[in-house]
């Protein structure tokens, strides 16, 4: 697209108009807006990636509730509450 030079002057009749907003953006017009959106990808970056590894975390101290069952079992066995056979037996019903 070649710029109406009645708008821009004599220098820049001829010259394309992505030169001319690339030259805007190089001599410094626009680093307000770049810096600010530079900011803002590198926060959303930041979130999501905290967001991930939250969730990677938290998922693996989730403990397993057979392996709580199981060990509220054992201290009623070494409490004396229940006796081996109905310890062996409730084990082996909470393993299936």
């Known amino acids: 697209m070649i710029v109406d030079k009645s708008l821009f002057g004599e220098e820049h009749a001829k010259v394309p108009r992505y030169h001319q907003l690339s030259h805007m953006i190089d001599s410094g017009h626009m680093s307000g807006?770049?810096?600010a959106m530079v900011?803002?990808?590198?926060?959303?970056?930041?979130v999501v990636i905290g967001a991930v590894l939250m969730s990677r975390t938290e998922r693996r101290?989730?403990?397993?509730?057979q392996d709580e069952a199981l060990a509220i079992l054992s201290k009623l066995y070494a409490s004396g509450e229940i006796d081996?056979?109905?310890f062996r037996h409730r084990r082996?019903?909470?393993k299936d």
Do not use: G
């Open 33 to 35: 807006f770049s810096w």
């Open 39 to 46: 900011l803002f990808w590198t926060i959303l970056a930041v």
């Open 61 to 65: 101290t989730r403990t397993n509730p």
């Open 84 to 86: 081996e056979d109905e």
């Open 92 to 94: 082996d019903v909470l």
